[in-house]
């Protein structure tokens, strides 16, 4: 977690100030430095929901049940 230097932060939070605070904390949970919450802030999607992708190391923007990455469920879950 992020939290050495509070000046920056602060910087961020006012900068990205449209991101939702809860958001900007779990995304400063996962940063390794200021640079690298400055990019997981700035690739931020702009519609909701979001989810985590670790592979991209980014928020991603989703579906509420994330059919597509899990169509083969869904389709046992809601097959009649």
């Known amino acids: 977690m992020v ?13 990205f100030k449209q991101i939702h605070p809860v958001l900007f904390l779990r995304s400063q949970e996962r940063a390794a430095s200021t640079g690298n919450l400055f990019d997981i ?33 869904a389709k046992l879950c809601y097959h009649k």
């Not at 939290?3 to 900068?15: F, S």
């Not at 702009?46 to 469920?73: C, G, H, M």
């Open 41 to 73: 802030l700035d690739t931020m999607p702009t519609e909701f929901p979001v989810s985590w992708d670790n592979e991209a190391y980014r928020w991603i923007q989703t579906d509420l049940l994330q059919a597509a990455e899990f169509e083969k469920k």
């Open 3 to 15: 939290k050495n230097d509070i000046a920056v932060i602060e910087g961020l939070k006012t900068h």
